[in-house]
């Protein structure tokens, strides 16, 4: 008991006080606990998962490439005449083979995932030009289809597919996208858009000039951001199986850490009486190096990742358009008119807050079919993201007060460094899903999830603050007037 007092006290000398090196004791222990979990949990699969990774892996060279030839003639030759007919509502997909030279076009094999996970091949017209725009054929403009959530009509016809019997399908009607499902695509790319040039109505050259009179704090809380989180991610995602065992999950994890800031932190920052100056300052600073940052960030973790190649241009055209260019416009904005925008402040704040809300709920309820895949989003994975928020936000707090950083501000940097815009993942996860071949849209459910467990683990945060960061309403005062 006199060693571990001792060592204790050394870190109470450092200015960290005892309660929060328990704190995080306790955090670690509970991840430790859950982490002898047997793995034999993952080994449940929705219908067509596996055709989809053998088709996958044939179609990329990893296995027998003759399985889509055999496919593409065989199925070439089906009649559907007098098949069973059916109606679902699912999604798209496809897979690309690829060529060993540039002279053999690509071909493409197209796919229809039911909500139930269950997979159908889609026999499409060897006439090109029946899936060209102006075309009366079902199949016309179906590359408009992907990234939707569709009503399909189908004819359907089994197939003994090298020993897989498989479902092949053939189009009736063209397909309907549902009308929450466009609604929702719209509202989600406005809504970031918006709400970015909101975040930067709130900013001047101000909040820029802070790292120069603050530079430790804008220092530690990026490197925290863009080196602690997703380095957590990284190893949680690789000790709890999901790199193994769902790889997209693991980029999910991966991309959701390599985010910027938002406005949540900043609210939470408010609520938590920390110090907003630097937590917006923070916010903008990750905001504009998530151009560098976030691509790199998911190309270094991801690279070896068989299966996953990472579109990179996508996520830094993304950003670009959805994240840079609307917070320029905002400062603009300021700058140009400064009343006006001073009193349209309170509404973009509230966008921003309302529009995540809406955003994660109503992702969430439009997707509720893929929850039933417990084996996939079971405990391991809950508790995954809540951990890696609330010790990102541990790690924050206690690096910060190891390097001496004083509590007003350490509040700031811990919540900057767990919260992160999780609106942006969502975004960046829905635009690049189809093009990497995330079939269960994961990386989407992941930022969603941790949208709304962020949350639960800021207000556990600032529950805590007062006991394990106290601050004096002096100390606050003098703070903002340094600042």
């Not at 050394?10 to 430790?32: D, E, Q, T, W």
């Not at 030279?101 to 909500?115: F, G, Q």
Request: net charge neutral; hydrophobic share 50%.
């Amino acid at each position: 008991m006199k060693g571990k007092s001792t060592a204790l006290g050394g870190y109470a000398n450092r200015g960290i006080p005892v309660k929060i090196v328990s704190f995080l004791k306790f955090v670690l222990f509970s991840g430790i606990i859950l982490m002898i979990i047997p793995p034999s949990i993952f080994a449940n699969r929705l219908p067509g998962e596996e055709l989809y990774q053998k088709l996958t892996a044939a179609a990329g060279g990893i296995s027998d490439p003759t399985l889509i030839d055999d496919l593409f003639e065989r199925s070439a030759g089906l009649d559907f005449e007098g098949s069973d007919s059916e109606e679902f509502v699912g999604n798209l997909r496809v897979i690309e083979q690829k060529n060993k030279d540039d002279l053999t076009p690509t071909r493409k094999v197209y796919l229809l995932r039911k909500l139930s996970g269950e997979l159908l091949i889609l026999n499409v017209p060897p006439n090109v030009t029946a899936l060209s725009a102006d075309s009366t054929s079902p199949y016309a403009n179906l590359d408009d289809a992907f990234e939707n959530k569709m009503l399909f009509r189908v004819n359907v016809q089994e197939l003994d597919l090298t020993e897989t019997v498989v479902q092949v399908a053939q189009l009736v009607q063209k397909p309907e996208q549902l009308l929450m499902d466009r609604l929702f695509r719209i509202s989600i790319i406005l809504m970031l858009f918006f709400v970015m040039v909101g975040m930067g109505m709130t900013l001047t050259t101000k909040d820029f000039a802070l790292v120069f009179s603050k530079p430790r704090g804008i220092l530690i809380g990026q490197i925290l951001q863009f080196g602690l989180m997703p380095l957590l991610a990284m190893i949680l995602g690789r000790l709890l199986g999901f790199y193994e065992h769902y790889p997209f999950i693991f980029v999910g994890l991966i991309l959701i850490t390599a985010i910027p800031g938002g406005v949540t932190s900043n609210l939470m920052t408010y609520y938590a009486k920390g110090d907003l100056a630097l937590s917006i300052s923070l916010t903008s600073f990750s905001t504009v190096l998530s151009i560098v940052f976030t691509p790199l960030l998911l190309a270094l973790y991801c690279a070896d990742m068989p299966d996953i190649d990472i579109p990179v241009k996508v996520v830094i055209q993304t950003i670009l358009i959805l994240v840079i260019i609307p917070l320029i416009v905002g400062m603009t904005f300021r700058w140009k008119w400064p009343k006006a925008a001073e009193k349209a402040t309170p509404f973009f704040s509230a966008l921003g807050i309302v529009a995540l809300l809406v955003l994660i709920i109503a992702g969430v309820l439009n997707n509720l079919n893929i929850f039933v895949d417990t084996s996939r989003y079971g405990v391991k994975f809950y508790f995954t993201v809540f951990t890696i928020t609330m010790l990102g936000m541990m790690f924050g707090l206690f690096i910060s007060k190891l390097l001496g950083v004083n509590n007003y501000q350490t509040r700031a940097i811990s919540l900057e460094t767990g919260l992160r815009n999780s609106a942006l993942a969502m975004t960046i996860a829905l635009l690049i899903q189809d093009t990497m071949g995330d079939f269960y849209s994961s990386m989407f459910v992941t930022s969603g999830i941790f949208g709304l467990v962020m949350y639960v683990a800021g207000l556990v945060s600032i529950y805590f603050y007062p006991k394990l960061l106290p601050v004096t309403a002096g100390q606050q005062t003098a703070e903002q007037v340094t600042a």
